[in-house]
């Protein structure tokens, strides 16, 4: 079956502990719940986009053991095409994850699989690049996989849309440069200026920069749109010459408010989301598909996990209209 979006990125398997707080360094706390499930940011943004009623494949290696066999039944069960390549030598990534009252996170990954992927596996999946609209990669993976899922989207004519997260230390200007669409989050944005513009801001700053301040940091970033995500004050939009079918060079779209109790993948639900509405031809405002990629990223906070917290369409229409 054709594909509309192809996702190239990570799996990983969620070990989440709940927390009244974080732990100060040497301290040992109590925890309050512990869990086990699917997650990585390439499959929780795949997930997110097929339960948008998008035809969606997700390429990505994985070990030869029980949580790969895993990850490969869950894809299915969801309808999400899976492309693994299966690693003799390295297992399946996992991740500790601490989620505190108040819903924030902190991470532990251990990519494992994910950083063995082989550009060359990805070349011989070039038909699914063929069949595609919109092409949908992080940072999860070693940056020659990811320099090489651009290149193939690029041959092929496909949006390719790059979430850089988590920021990789060899990450170039030139990978940037072959995104028509960036993601980053407050975080990602700060490391970006800091390392390709000079420009030190804070990440607590983000938010509140003038329009046209942060719409020149963009522009600077990169050549296509930029859209930094800002946590409860909703996302940032920056265009270059190419519009997507909006009239403004740049605005903001306000977050919906929810009742939070774990933000573990929000950012990912968003990303998923986002690339979902590019492929659907019935979107013909980037405003419009990132209005919607906010109300799944929002929806998604009200449910613990990753993966598996990621709403369906219906019940984003049901909740916001």
């Known amino acids: 079956m054709a594909c509309k979006v ?12 709940q927390v009244d707080r ?19 940011k390439g499959f929780n943004q795949a997930i997110a986009c097929v339960r948008q009623d998008v035809t969606t494949a997700f390429v990505g290696a994985r070990g030869h053991d029980a949580l790969g066999d895993g990850a490969a039944a869950l894809a299915e069960a969801e309808g ?31 990519l494992a699989a994910n950083e063995r ?19 949908l990669a ?34 170039d200007a030139d990978l940037l440069g072959l995104a028509d669409v960036l993601t980053p989050n407050e975080s ?52 270059g010459d190419a519009r997507r079918g909006d009239e403004a060079a740049c605005y903001r779209v306000a977050a919906e ?19 979902a509405g590019l492929a659907d031809e019935r979107v013909t405002r980037f405003a419009d598909a990132v209005r919607h990629a906010g109300r799944v990223a929002a929806l998604s906070t009200e449910r613990a996990g990753a993966a598996t917290a990621m709403p369906r369409r219906d019940e984003v229409v049901a909740r916001f209209g």
């Open 257 to 275: 408010t929810v009742k939070a109790i774990d933000t573990t993948g929000a950012g990912d639900a968003f990303c998923g989301a986002l690339v």
């Open 22 to 40: 974080f732990p100060q360094p040497g301290e040992t706390r109590r925890g309050g719940g512990f869990r086990t499930g699917p997650g990585g």
């Open 80 to 110: 999400l095409t899976g492309c693994w390549q299966v690693r003799e030598d390295v297992p399946t990534g996992t991740a500790a994850i601490l989620v505190e009252a108040s819903g924030q996170n902190q991470i532990i990954v251990d």
């Open 117 to 135: 992927l082989d550009p060359d596996f990805l070349c011989t999946q070039s038909a699914l690049f063929a069949d595609a609209r919109v092409l």
């Open 188 to 239: 990602e944005f700060a490391q970006l200026c800091a390392r390709f513009l000079d420009t030190e801001v804070a990440t607590d700053d983000v938010a509140t920069l003038d329009d046209e301040r942060l719409h020149a940091l963009c522009r600077q970033l990169c050549g296509g749109s930029v859209v930094v995500t800002l946590g409860r004050h909703g996302s940032f939009v920056s265009h």
């Open 6 to 17: 192809v996702v190239v990125g990570s799996y990983n398997q969620d070990h989440v502990w």
């Open 138 to 171: 992080q940072l999860e993976n070693n940056l020659d996989a990811t320099r090489t899922a651009l290149q193939l989207g690029g041959e092929h004519e496909l949006i390719r849309v790059l979430n850089p997260a988590p920021v990789h230390p060899d990450l």
